[in-house]
């Protein structure tokens, strides 16, 4: 199955001791064109290695920006 690039699922951890994670789909993707455009983002880890880690590392404020983007990423998983 091929994905988008861009944000395309949110990853909860399973619990703050474990490595493992939940992803869930987004209905609506935030495609990798849309984060190119924000300054905000400009360290964002799928922007600087997109063939990097998945899920991808996301920071509280790079978090923020894109919940603002995308109400999805607000809602708990």
């Not at 861009?6 to 619990?15: E, F, K, Y």
């Not at 495609?31 to 880890?45: H, I, N, V």
Request: charged content about 15%; glycine content about 6%; proline content about 12%.
């Amino acid at each position: 199955m091929c994905h988008p690039q861009g944000v395309v699922a949110a990853a909860r951890a399973l619990t703050p001791e474990t490595l493992g994670a939940w992803l869930v789909p987004l209905e609506e993707p935030l495609l990798r064109a849309e984060l190119l455009g924000r300054p905000d983002l400009s360290s964002l880890e799928v922007l600087r290695m997109p063939a990097g880690s998945n899920p991808s590392f996301v920071t509280p404020a790079q978090l923020a920006v894109l919940a603002s983007m995308n109400e999805e990423l607000a809602r708990p998983v």
